[in-house]
């Protein structure tokens, strides 16, 4: 399979000054930009899924589950990169790593933003405390997510793969018309599975 080699990629957030200067792919196969450690967790994707949707609903949250619909059926998604623009992103915390922890935690929509790189998009949470910073690459089977996790009042993303616990990956899926959710296996932090939605802002 051919390689496709990228110039690096500087892709700057417009809010905070963010920047990633290193989440930037030398290929379109994101195998070949993924830690080993990511490759596993995306080998693992939907045990994550399943799992963490069994602690939620054992936890009393199979309503919260049920309104969801497609968005938190493991199997709904289709491969898809979104369009370049502006997205409400609501963020689903499913499962827990600790027993004192809740399995289910919902937040409000926040700010995110989806640009047009060329050979990849960039994909840029700008507000909240916890703030996914990357690019989305992949191919008609799957759409991957690669980046890092920018924390608090921080302005700079850290290069993707010298901190294990920033690192982040996940399948980038539609699930419906005009909306897309990311899907992030084994976060570092407090639960078993991350799901983005996406929806555009306008």
């Known amino acids: 399979m051919r390689a496709f080699i990228l110039p690096i990629l500087a892709l700057t957030a417009c809010a905070g000054g ?62 898809s990169r979104p369009p370049a623009g502006e997205y409400r992103c ?38 909240g405390s916890q703030r996914p910073v990357g690019v989305i690459l992949g191919d008609a089977k799957r759409v991957v997510f690669l980046g890092t996790l920018v924390l608090g009042d921080e302005s700079r993303a850290l290069d993707y793969g010298r901190d ?14 005009r909306r897309w959710r990311l899907v992030l296996p084994y976060p570092r932090y407090e639960s078993v599975m991350d799901v983005i939605e996406l929806v555009p802002a306008a």
């Not at 080993?36 to 199979?62: C, K, N, Y």
């Not at 963020?91 to 050979?119: H, M, N, W």
């Not at 294990?164 to 539609?174: K, L």
């Open 18 to 79: 963010e920047r990633v200067e290193s989440v930037s792919p030398r290929a379109l196969d994101w195998r070949q930009v993924a830690t080993p450690a990511d490759r596993e967790r995306m080998r693992q994707w939907r045990t994550a899924f399943v799992s963490a949707l069994d602690e939620a609903r054992i936890g009393g949250h199979a309503a919260a589950i049920a309104r969801e619909d497609r968005l938190l059926e493991p199997d709904a998604g289709t491969a």
């Open 90 to 127: 609501r963020v689903i915390k499913l499962g827990s790593r600790r027993e004192t922890q809740l399995t289910y935690i919902a937040y409000p929509a926040f700010a995110c933003r989806v640009d047009d790189e060329g050979e990849v998009a960039s994909f840029k949470k700008l507000t």
């Open 164 to 177: 294990p616990d920033r690192d982040m990956i996940g399948a980038v899926e539609a699930v419906g018309e």
